[in-house]
């Protein structure tokens, strides 16, 4: 399937537990000054929370600001966590939710993401929802059943309507931080088949729209590459979003 022309390409750069005033200044004036064409590509970075308003305040209005998590609550006794609220009160407009280290540090289930993600949507913050499997499940060959899974919950908790405020990003977890990525065949032949499955469980038109990005060790070499994939609409870069070599990433398909 040919990269479609309505589905604009998007880059989010996942800071993870990293930087401090000083490293994060210094990146945000690196995003400020890099040359890229936000009419071709929307960019989305993801500090860490207590940085979220400083670096909203201090990018540039084309690239927005992501939280890494969020908690499917407005307010109450939830000692450590935000909510969607409060991520749009700071300037942030996008949540990560169900990165990998989310569900297999932190011990989020399907179903607590699925929550999350209906919640995050609900108040009106925009979703990078994060699907991908163990290298035990690759190897098991169990990689579709397993992003199906995942993505069957929360295809049970919102309308079809909200699909278009939701950005998938499939990220082998054997891929993520380990300096393997998946190839550039591997990941589109994943993407193919979650859009297959988007067409006929959701609509062809949510399948069309609807961007996957792929995540896991992407870097300035290996982008290009990876871009070139009809079903591969971006990217959620770790390490490498760190870096001046992320403004190479954001021109992947430049």
């Known amino acids: 399937m040919a990269s479609s022309p309505s589905r604009k390409f998007f880059v989010g750069g996942n800071w993870k537990m990293n930087g401090d005033r ?3 200044g210094s990146l945000v004036e690196i995003l400020n000054n890099g040359e890229y064409n936000p009419a ?3 960019v989305v970075v993801s500090p860490p929370m207590v940085y979220v308003g400083l670096v909203h305040q201090a990018l540039v209005p084309e690239i927005a600001v992501a939280v890494q998590t969020c908690h499917a609550a407005a307010k109450g006794a939830f000692t450590g966590e935000i909510s969607p609220q409060m991520a749009l009160d700071v300037g942030a407009s996008w949540a990560i939710l169900g990165h990998s280290e989310r569900r297999n540090v932190f011990g989020e289930t399907d179903a607590v993401i699925a929550e999350k993600v209906r919640f995050a949507l609900q108040s009106g913050v925009k979703v990078i929802f994060c699907i991908g499997e163990l290298l035990e499940q690759r190897e ?4 579709v059943e397993v992003v199906v899974r ?3 919950a929360v295809k049970s908790v919102v309308d079809l309507s909200a699909w278009s405020n939701i950005v998938v990003a499939y990220e082998p977890v054997w891929a993520i931080g380990t300096g393997k990525t998946a190839s550039p065949e591997q990941a589109q032949e994943v993407h193919h088949q979650l859009r297959e499955w988007m067409a006929a469980q959701l609509s062809a038109e949510v399948a069309n729209e609807t961007r996957i990005i792929y995540g896991g060790s992407v870097n300035a070499n290996n982008c ?3 871009a070139k994939q009809g079903d591969i609409d971006g990217f959620l870069v770790g390490g490498a ?12 398909r430049s």
């Open 40 to 42: 071709e590509t929307e």
């Open 241 to 252: 979003s760190l870096k001046p070599d992320f403004i190479t990433i954001i021109n992947a």
């Open 140 to 143: 098991a060959g169990l990689t």
């Open 150 to 152: 995942q993505m069957e």
């Open 224 to 226: 290009r590459e990876l």
């Open 22 to 24: 000083n490293s994060i």
